[in-house]
């Protein structure tokens, strides 16, 4: 299976203050490419405790594009595939957050969340978080940087997917019982766990 893993680390708390962007590409199953790039935020401020997560500082960005440039590149890329976020709750709202800053259409894609599925997949685990998932499965990398966050998230997610034979997105409906985000001009639908859908509470 064809999919793209994305990462983003940002300048404060929020959504539409990205500082870096990693992309990883997965083609049969197989990583080609990890792609990272810097980006100058919309706000000229970072949060000291973001600087402390990620390290990046508004001197290392000084001279990158902004991310209505830097989308001239990462449109063609990301148009009409599958992509993966650890916690894509968090990425993909940046994603959005940051179109609606710059007033860019949505472009159009599917994609899905390792965090949901690696619950599904690896049922009963203490922590789902990128750091410990990687770690009990062997993955050394450096966390809070982009592109080795997004790399960490396609290895992960190969591994996943072989454990659960999912081989298509159709897989994820029929054997994770999980819907396919969406993400197109003029809204989004998230990517979840069917059984976790609002229902009403007993009096």
């Not at 062997?138 to 997610?157: K, N, P, Q, V, Y």
Request: with cysteine; aromatic share 10%; proline share 5%.
């Amino acid at each position: 299976m064809d999919f793209i893993t994305i990462d983003f680390e940002t300048a404060t708390s929020k959504w539409d203050s990205p500082c870096e962007i990693g992309l990883t590409i997965v083609k049969e199953g197989m990583i080609v490419d990890t792609l990272e790039w810097l980006i100058k935020p919309h706000y000229p401020e970072f949060n000291y405790y973001n600087v402390l997560i990620h390290g990046i500082r508004p001197e290392h960005v000084a001279h990158s594009p902004e991310f209505d440039e830097l989308w001239e590149e990462l449109h063609p890329i990301l148009e009409n595939q599958f992509l993966i976020a650890h916690n894509a709750g968090f990425d993909m709202g940046v994603l959005r957050k940051t179109l609606d800053t710059y007033q860019i259409p949505y472009p159009n894609l599917q994609y899905s969340c390792s965090v949901v599925f690696s619950r599904k997949i690896w049922a009963g685990l203490p922590k789902y978080d990128l750091k410990s998932l990687c770690n009990m499965h062997g993955i050394s990398f450096r966390h809070h940087r982009a592109g080795a966050d997004s790399r960490a998230t396609a290895e992960l997610s190969l591994r996943a997917f072989e454990a659960a034979e999912i081989e298509s997105l159709s897989d994820f409906e029929e054997k994770l019982n999980i819907t396919v985000g969406k993400l197109f001009e003029g809204g989004h639908h998230p990517s979840i766990h069917k059984n976790l859908k609002k229902t009403k509470k007993k009096e």
